[in-house]
Each structure stands twice: as C-alpha cells, then as structure tokens.
C-alpha cells in the first residue's frame, strides 16, 4: 500500500513558476513508477509527467515539454513536478499517483493523491 499526499499548487499568473511535491508512504516507494496527473474542470484526467522507479526513465506529455519537469528522490519518498512558464490552459488539479508496473504512460495507476490545485491566471 502507498500513501500519497500532494502539495505547493497556488495561484499564479501566467509566465509564473511552481513547484509540486509528492510525498509517500511505504517501505516499497522506491519500486513503484510515479506518474502526475492533471483534471480540469469538465475534462478527462490527462497524464502529464511520468518516472521511473530509479529516475532512468521519464516522461512528458506533449503540452508540457519544455516547461515542466518531473523527478524523484527514493531516499525521501517524494516526487516532485518542477513546472515553469506556466499557462492558463495548465490551469487543473493536479494528482500524484503510483503504479507497480509499466507501462508509465497510461491512466491506469494503482494509487493515488487527493490533488492539489493549480490556477494560472492571464
């Protein structure tokens, strides 16, 4: 079982920077990939950033290349979502989820967070 608790979403105006962070429960968190998630109002929760379990391996979907990055610290239990240029169609909640088995890309994770918001304002 793990135990997620997502924080550091606000407001922000557009251009801005924040930075989310994940942390974990559990002794296992170090073999699980870790994916971050975004829902906006009246939309379908959509992947955004996906790691591996020893950071080898990472992921960004399309809209957030260049802009966000994801990393992970096993040593702490915590993932981090590093966002930058931020724009108000990022505007969403944002969830931390983890999953014991590929592939990274896919809405399909095990666990998830409560979210946290996000709001960027023009």
């Known amino acids: 079982q793990v135990q997620l608790v997502e924080s550091g979403g606000g407001s922000v105006q557009a251009g801005g920077s924040l930075r989310l962070s994940c942390a974990a429960s559990?002794?296992?968190?170090?073999?699980?990939?870790m994916g971050w998630f975004r829902q906006a109002p009246g939309k379908e929760r959509e992947f955004v950033a996906g790691?591996?379990?020893?950071?080898?391996?990472?992921y960004l979907a399309n809209s957030v290349k260049g802009r966000f990055t994801i990393s992970r610290d096993n040593a702490k239990n915590m993932v981090y979502l590093e966002m930058n240029s931020l724009k108000p169609e990022d505007t969403a909640v944002y969830y931390c989820?983890?999953?014991?088995?590929?592939?990274?890309?896919?809405?399909?994770?095990?666990?998830w967070g409560q979210g946290t918001q996000v709001t960027v304002s023009s």
């Open positions: 790691i591996g379990w020893n950071s080898g391996s990472t």
């Open positions: 559990g002794r296992t968190f170090s073999t699980y990939a």
């Open positions: 989820a983890a999953r014991n088995s590929w592939p990274i890309v896919t809405t399909d994770y095990d666990y």
